[in-house]
Each structure stands twice: as C-alpha cells, then as structure tokens.
Nanobody, 123 residues
Framework: QVQLVESGGGLVQAGGSLRLSCAAS????????MGWFRQVRGKEREFVAA????????YYANSVKGRFTISNDNAKNMVYLQMNSLKPEDTAVYYC????????????????WGQGTQVTVSS
C-alpha cells in the first residue's frame, strides 16, 4: 500500500548535524500525516516530529524543539528531518511513519513504518 524507506543516519559528534530522509512510494495519495519517531532498545517508541502532507502544519517533541526541523517535498514524495545541535540523548533508531488520519503524536495510530535508520551521537 505505502512503502517508506529512511536514510541518512550515522555517527556524529555532539553538537553536529544530520539530515534524515524518508522516501514514500505506493499509494501515497492516501497519506495525511508524516511523522518521525525514535526508539532506544528497551524503551518505548518516542514521538519526535510530524508534518501534514501539505507542509503547512508541524509539531515537535519538546526535547527537539529549536534543534530539529521537519519538512517535505510533495513532488518527490519525500520527508526530511534536519537535526542540529545533536546530543548524546538523541541516539536512537529513527523511524519514518505515515498515517491516513489525523493523528500526529501517537505511534500506535500510524499506519505505515519504515525500517529505521540508526543515529548515534558521541559525547
């Protein structure tokens, strides 16, 4: 139905930057919300940021406000997460997600997920 593929993760020093990308394919016209979540082994998946597909509404977790920016390119079916001023506590597997409804924050309400990309921030 919808396929999502993340890329751009890697190892970076604290204070550095990374840009994650999410490529969507399939029945993308049905998507309404695109989100980024992250998860550390042994912990619950955490909301990071979300954007409606038209790109005029964004939401951020308090922990990343002012440091991360979510954006999209409708023509290319791409969603991005620019991460600046990275901290060791940002280390996690980052997942791109999409839903067909109006939920921004709750991972269980997203319909589609990518495979994840590892972000490691060294201290």
């Amino acid at each position: 139905q919808v396929q999502l593929v993340e890329s751009g993760g890697g190892l970076v020093q604290a204070g550095g930057s990374l840009r994650l990308s999410c490529a969507a394919s399939g029945r993308t016209f049905s998507m309404h919300i695109m989100g980024w979540f992250r998860q550390v082994r042994g912990k619950e998946r955490e909301f990071v940021a979300a954007i409606n597909w038209s790109g005029d509404t964004t939401y951020y977790a308090n922990s990343v406000k002012g440091r991360f920016t979510i954006s999209n390119d409708n023509a290319k079916n791409m969603v991005y997460l620019q991460m600046n001023s990275l901290k060791p506590e940002d280390t996690a597997v980052y997942y791109c997600a999409a839903n067909e409804g109006g939920s921004y924050y709750t991972s269980a309400l997203y319909d589609y997920w990518g495979q994840g990309t590892q972000v490691t921030v060294s201290s």
